[in-house]
């Protein structure tokens, strides 16, 4: 395959010096940041009191796996960030990779959580309650491998597959091999609802980034009447000094913006990792301080009291982890369930309350609290959007206020965690960018991308994938950039190559249900020999 033709004075020794500098910054972050790492990791699991080494031999090995689909995502996603500035001579390879993972890294450092943790949703509940069990690691194994299986042979083949749609392939494939293997009763499979919205954002992002870029470069194409805008680039040539920051300020923004939001998809399994393996050390947010913690008896006490106005005289549960367990896992708002919430709610306040602070609570307990935890904030999640019952407006603030304080204990993303995903990503950029890079600047369209093209494609996916950051929605970097280099081709009548969009729009299509099979094949495997 060639190298783009913007890489073609790599000899010349001031391109050579700029690539040596660049690498030698990235592996001084490199180190730094896995000395960074091992540091805050050692310091958690130091006060950690194992009587094996299992649990750590299982923890090193579900990590290593996390990060390599993380390394895997950097090959396909930040390599589609870099293509346009290449392809018009804006930046050389070697240091347009750089900037972008620099800029990906701050992206991953920013990042709120709410993709990672909206993505785990879709698990099945009763596999995220026992995820330290043989069906816990079977879960996060089966669905990490097939995601990585899948990303390596569609970037082997050069094309630009979604990390997102294999890893919500990978997802449902477990929740519904789940079900198979335990029948109807007793277990969840897939929450439907949620996939499904999920699904839209997926599947409209790269629709939304076709007809946008499209319409983009027109009304470009209206106002600024330049020539040199819309043909394509002198060879070795890089473009006008404002047009080559527009074009750099938006692979900044793409790179930015992947960070934010696909950087935090490995994010919420590595912790779901962290509380199989050591829960004692990461079932809860220690950062919580002790006057925080106060905060959180008062508003769980709160929000009991707000719970017990809707139980309609019901009499206490005998089981109220069961019941909120039953209701979270088949959507069934028995008589039992807000009683059982409200139990489970004062409960959460006693023991929070007795301990002091979130750090402080027994080892013996910790797991327990963050379960109890998860199904209440769970159950409000669904009680809300189910609508039934309807709170008073006071109620639902009330409420709401203490499903943030549930989240904020038990939804949290330690820096080291990050640290480790930004790296991930780097490296894979690093590593395989150029195989996808070709296929967005030379195989979607017939004519050279040019510089208006790279401007509209690039803004369209930053700005999109930007908003669904906001909304904590995850959607495919690589969809949403491919298709807007395509719409702008279109626009641009530069007419397209329908071989290379056919095998776009398999892989396209294909990804969620080979990614089903493969996640649900090695599921039941692991299962069986587990």
């Given amino acids: 395959m060639n190298q783009p033709a913007s890489s073609a004075p790599n000899s010349s020794g001031s391109v050579e010096r700029t690539r040596q500098v660049g690498y030698a910054v990235f592996l001084l972050v490199l180190a730094f940041g896995a000395g960074y790492i091992a540091t805050h990791l050692i310091a958690d699991l130091s006060p950690v009191r194992e009587g094996s080494l299992f649990p750590y031999l ?76 043989g069906a816990g690691f079977a879960m996060v194994f089966a669905l990490l491998i097939a995601a990585i299986m899948w990303n390596l042979a569609t970037w082997y083949f050069g094309l630009p597959s979604s990390s997102s749609h294999t890893l919500i392939g990978s997802i449902i494939g477990v929740g519904l091999m789940n079900q198979l293997m335990h029948g109807p009763t007793g277990t969840s499979g897939v929450d439907w609802g949620q996939a499904l919205g999920v699904g839209k954002s997926l599947l409209f992002s790269p629709i939304v980034g076709f007809l946008c870029a499209a319409l983009l470069l027109l009304v470009l194409k209206a106002l600024v009447r330049i020539p040199d805008l819309y043909q394509e680039p002198p060879k070795d040539q890089p473009p006008p000094f404002w047009i080559r920051c527009l074009l750099i300020l938006t692979c900044t923004g793409v790179s930015f913006a992947h960070g934010s939001n696909d950087g935090q998809k490995g994010m919420g399994l590595i912790m779901l990792i962290l509380i199989g393996t050591v829960p004692t050390a990461y079932a809860l947010n220690k950062a919580v301080t002790p006057a925080e913690t106060q905060t959180f008896v008062a508003v769980a006490n709160q929000a009991a009291a707000t719970f017990g106005k809707y139980t309609n005289g019901v009499a206490p549960s005998a089981n109220p982890r ?57 159950a409000i999640r669904l009680i809300e959007k189910s609508g039934k019952p309807a709170f008073a407006a006071d109620d639902k603030l009330a ?35 150029k195989r996808i890079v070709v296929t967005v600047g030379e195989k979607i369209g017939k004519q050279h991308l040019t510089y208006g093209q790279g401007a509209s494609a690039e803004l369209v996916a930053m700005l999109t994938i930007g908003a669904a950051d906001a909304y904590g929605l995850p959607v495919s970097t690589t969809h949403v950039l491919s298709s807007g280099v395509a719409g702008t081709m279109a626009a641009n009548g530069s007419g397209l190559q329908w071989s290379t969009v056919r095998s776009l729009v398999l892989a396209w299509v294909l990804t969620l249900p080979a990614s089903i099979v493969l996640a649900g094949g090695l599921y039941w495997l692991f299962r069986s020999v587990a």
């Fill in 399 to 433: 409420i709401d206020n203490y499903r943030k304080q549930l989240d904020h204990a038990t939804k949290f993303i330690p820096t080291w965690v990050k640290v480790a995903v930004a790296i991930a990503l780097g490296l894979g950029t690093m590593v395989g960018w």
């Fill in 58 to 133: 299982m923890l090193g090995a579900a990590l290593l796996i996390a990060l390599g689909f993380e390394f895997v995502n950097g090959f396909h996603d930040t390599a589609n960030a870099v293509a346009t500035v290449i392809y018009t001579h804006s930046l050389t390879p070697n240091v347009a990779v750089i900037w972008s993972g620099m800029w990906n890294f701050l992206g991953v450092m920013v990042s709120s959580g709410a993709v990672a943790f909206g993505i785990l949703q879709l698990l099945p509940v009763e596999l995220i309650l026992q995820v330290g069990s």
């Fill in 322 to 378: 069961a019941d909120v367990e039953h209701y979270v896992q088949h959507r069934e708002l028995t008589p039992a369930v807000l009683p059982a919430v409200q139990q489970l709610s004062t409960s959460l306040a006693t023991a929070v309350g007795a301990s002091g602070s979130m750090a402080a609570v027994p080892q013996r307990d910790v797991d327990n609290v963050r379960n109890t935890m998860y199904l209440v904030s769970e």
